[in-house]
């Protein structure tokens, strides 16, 4: 079974991820999300997510990966450990 997030938008409507894979690097974590728990759904949207809270946050805060190096990046790694997934 894929574990379940809840994240608040800016609005504060309440958005569900199933999370895929998780990893850490350089000391920053990542997450592998998608919107579906369909695991056979190869069309879903998937997202990563990089946790950015500090210290003194009661939970965890995550955004959205947006910068193009970035992304490319962490994708290339979520591909080699999810290994038949094709993250594009």
């Given at each position: 079974m894929t574990e379940k997030i809840v994240f608040k938008d800016e609005t504060g409507e309440e958005i569900e991820f199933y999370v895929l894979e998780e990893t850490r690097i350089n000391n920053m974590n990542y997450l592998l999300v998608t919107e579906s728990d369909d695991e056979e759904d190869e069309e879903a949207a998937a997202y990563i997510l990089k946790d950015v809270s500090n210290q003194e946050d009661e939970e965890a805060v995550y955004e959205m990966v947006e910068n193009d190096d970035e992304l490319k990046y962490?994708?290339?790694?979520?591909?080699?450990?999810?290994?038949?997934?094709?993250i594009k």
């Open positions: 962490m994708s290339d790694i979520f591909e080699e450990l999810l290994e038949d997934v094709d």
